[in-house]
């Protein structure tokens, strides 16, 4: 049962150290290729153990719960490791293509499989300490990763992303001494019963703010935001595809799994301060997005418009609203590596990411564009794609609560989402190139398209299984929802279920 | 004991949030470390300060000391040195690469560029 949980966290470290040592050889893409491949079955085997059995625990070095490490998967932790693992698979296959050997021989394909490790350890753990570890690993790698090349752009993003995300850490590691120093205790099932005990519940809301910024930073909320969209337009593709997938995700799932587990105690408060940053976080991101004219620029302020909706969910705190944050987290995900591994290829066909310096896409790509459009609607939210979905959970959760004013914000930033959307495809497709270049697809050479095309039509392709079908996957939110908002079953498996 | 802590915990933050407040990257390599330094003396004192008193199990001694937040703060020191070692690199590079420590890097001004041409 201990295997289960340890080994999407054992595999990713593995292929890190053997593509690390096939770093001057071909073949260590192709072992981070394989290593991805095994991430996903065992992901795949780790989801089916917890649909079957609910929450999955177990302890590290056979440790009793609240004195070891915890490894836990839940319902949203597993379809956390198995949507990294999709998105794993597609950027590593991409890479085969994006990433040059100058990259390889300086070690890309070792530090993206660790940065694979330290999220999906950061997505099963049941140990505050150990999250921030994994947090740790987690930002070491994408340093590494941002600053590839060593052009300098890139390093002038990567120094704002390292200092304000330490600055981040540093409140994080304050916030666990205080709730060490408060409850005796940093395993996360025990804590939610331990806080319940505590006197001073006052320093608990103020421990619970500081975990908010500290996480805020991570998933880049309003008004913490800012080392985003000044680094993440700066790495290879594949780099940033993979960071707009999964790095700020992780700090949202810490504030969906902190202020549902632990932070619980005074909603009215804390909850109250993330609507107002969900709704700010929506508003300046796609505002943000608005005034840009770069490919890449426009995708990150949407990452931080879009975080702003999951936050939304987490601050609604109806069951409800929760599905329809997990919900929005998976959809999105997907669709935001695969909006970025597009750019790549619209970069590659027309030579930059300046919509003023690229156009035709549309005339001589037309497939190209047919595999933007699947992402580009389904972030702004056209049915009957997952963002409509993710979207209308959402609005109707928030209306069902009469927040009217929230849901309004809600629409109106999906309207400027089309706006921006449509301000790509309008410069990039549908105008003529301005320099005459006719981009066609048969410019890349046949052994590079493939390993291009073949993970944005994959990611294309579940956008458009999950907006088609949507039942299946809002009943298993629901099901998610469900144990987030009532976490005895998950304190028992940690606390009770010896293995 | 408790103010000494405190007060070192007080005046390490304070000197480094003004010290990553400035614009240039190599005071706020310093300052971020000044920050790790109270965060882990804060985090060993989560544990509660007392003197004398050993961590493990021992014969005939009542008053313990928590081993934990000493395990927790080792972990921390080493994660916190091996960014600083990895922030200092990249800041050296963008020194390097652009003549000046400023955390927002400037482009060129047109002048210099035509003077070095030239």
Redesign the interface.
Known sequence: MSWLLAFPIIIPFATAVIAFLNRDKPTGRWWSVLGSLLLLLASGALMVRVLQEGVVAAQMGQWAAPFGITLVADLLSAVMVVITAITGLAVAVYALADIDTAKEKLGYHALFQVLIAGVVGAFLTGDL?NL??WF?VM??SS??LL?LG?S??Q??G???Y??LN??S??LF??G???L??MT?TLNMADLSLAVEEVENQGLLTVIAVMFMVAFGVKAAVFPLFFWLPASYHTPAFSVSAVFAGLLTKVGVYALIRMFTLVFDHDIGFTHTILLWVAGFTMVTGVLGAAAQQDFRKILSFHIVSQIGYMILGLALYTPLAIVGAVFYLVHHIVVKANLFLVAGVAQRLTGSTDLRRIGGLYKSAPFLGFLFLIPAFSLAGFPPLSGFWAKYLLVKAALDIDAWFIAFVALAVGLLTIFSMTKIWGEAFWKPHPDGVEPKLNKIDRADLWPLLLPIAGLATLTVIIGLSPEPFVQFAERASDQLLNPQAYVAAVLGGAS | MELILASAIGIMTAAGIYLVLRLRTFPVILGISLLTYAVNVFLFTSGRARVGAPPVLRDDITTYTDPLPQALVLTAIVISFGMTAVIVMISLGAFLGSDDDQVNDQPDPPQDRSEGSS
């Open positions: 300490f921030y570890v740790e930002l070491i340093f590494g600053i060593g300098r752009e390093i002038d990567g120094i704002k390292v200092a330490l600055v850490t540093i590691l304050s666990v001494g205080l060490y120093g005796g």
